[in-house]
């Protein structure tokens, strides 16, 4: 009986692995549609769901390509280095990233880069050594210099200004504020002085008790830049209830659908921000060419579809465009998208 | 020998507060105007009542570290809600936060007083619960100010008689909270159960009926701090006050709250609120590094435990004479 109960085993073994043959074939011959993630920083942000909306269309311009769009729950590194480390195993023929620690996920990265699979970045970069580029919605001077133009318009050049950040240790808030700085060395600025900057953390909580604490401190602030979508709309909102609407104003990077209100009372004149479904298109756009074999090296074009092209600096790091200003006459508009 | 009242801890408290708002008054007078004080009692209101209701429930023993995933759900939940209704008046609303939140605090207590889950597991496990029902509920997005009609914005902003309506709101429930726990059976009860819960057994006082009654209460608070907090910042989403328990347990331990049970009062937790909310309000007015703010709570935390450690000690009966003499002499105790 043993011996029998055995040779059955093998017969079955042996017939599992004949017809298993075949269908691996067939699967290899399905498997035309390439799958590329879009891994984020976390679920439940309408920011990143534009730009999976935009990825989404990028896939359908390019064909045959799947997107699956997923994070975690939290906007941790850990969390996320599980979500990508499931992905490798799933074996997806490319990443874009928008990591939540540019160093953590370089181990992962790298994993992924051995198994073949093409890496690269966007919104918040990994490493240099962990991707083979990364995509900046527009340059870091761009942004910033947007922000300080967009105030001294408002403005008309005259009165105190203070800058609401989110937290201190944020990279891109610290480059984008150290462009600002820049920019506001140009005399036209002169009579426009930069008092303070403060830091919100990104809590809606914190950034409007922040807001506050800036009006009682500097009694003759003008406006407020807020490079942070949470930190622009809670501004905002405070100086709404502080019935401040028409004496201090707002700017910054906000979403549309988040300012609207703000926009149309009057706290906020003009804000900005990179429309994230062109983002994540382009992004999408990026990789597709990768994966057709394009070299997205330092010193390289990328082409980005119907957002044209790109060139990759030393760093290994691209930039899109211009940020995309809204006012009153375009906002409701697009509140409606983002 | 320090004055007696100085060794009432309240008191204490209380000028240690009034110091720091002197302090910070010194290097920026602005913010000792009538309105930037308001402003920041304005802004504590949610601590206030969150506190309270957590000292309710710390009093039976217990701990409810759900309450900000609470706020975020029940705030969602009447957000969306007032959406899809515009027509619903804003105390109709209001209502509806406090029973949604009423009902999710309900599953706490049910679980803990009917099942006998202890409730750091239990309030643990809701915690992500609740969170999570927020995605499916609301699905990925997040509710903003486009969302909510201008009456729903602007009720942070109302005033009654002047006061606003945070305020109100926060005195309401205080006065609330005061009343039940020191002039009502129940509430002789609540502190019964947690300072020694065999002799309440043995007084026929029901360990379970008041459990189940303070993660009710504490529900309901959650869900009435979800609405405010929602229509205060004008969002609503996953993230909505996020590790804010911690906060509010602090509030608690930094007021004279016993994590072990059975000692705390509403006073103590209201000014351990108020010291918090006087230091996250003081720090940006003077610009100070919002690292100095974690230290300079978690000092006082600590502070707090080993005032609270002392005052709790309770030394076993004494039973020889000449040992009751010693003792007498050797502390004021």
Redesign the interface.
Known sequence: MQTNRRNLLKIAAAGAIGSALPFGFAGNAFAANKRIAMVVKN????YF?ACAEGAKQAAAELGGIDIIYTAS?KPTAEEQIAVLDALVAQKVDGLIISANDPSALIPVCKKAAERGIKVISFDSAVAQEGRIMHLNPSSTALIGAKQVQMIAKTLGGKGEVAILSAA?TMTNQNSWIEAMKEEWKKPEYKDMPLV?T??G?D????S???M???V??F?NLKGVISPTTIGI??GA?AIV?GGLAGKIFITGLG?P??M???VLKGACDTFAIWNPIEYGYAATMVLGSILNGADAGPGKTVKMGKKGEAMVADNGEAAMGEPFVFDKSNVEKF?KIF | MMPALLKNRDVLLALIVATLVLLVGLRAPVFLTAESLVSVLTDTSFLFMLALAQMAVILTRGIDLSVAANLALSGVMVTLAARSMPWLPIPVVLLLAIVIGAFFGAINGALIAGIGIPPIVVTLGTLSIYRGIIFVVAGPTWLTSKDMSTAFLDFPKSTLLGVPSLIVIATTVAAAFAYLLSQTQTGRGIYAVGGNPVAARYCGIDLSKQQFLVYTMSGAVSGLCGFLWASRYGIAYTDLAYGYELTVIAACVIGGVSVAGGIGTVRGALLGALFLGVVVNALPVINVSPFWQMLISGAVILAAVVVNARAERRSGKLILPEARRAAAGGSAV
Do not use: F, H
């Open positions: 679920l439940g942000n309408t769901d729950t201190s303070t403060v830091y953390d809590q809606d909580d914190k409007y008790r922040e506050q604490g800036l009682k401190s009694p709309r809670s909102k209830d979403l659908s988040e609207k209100d703000y509140a």
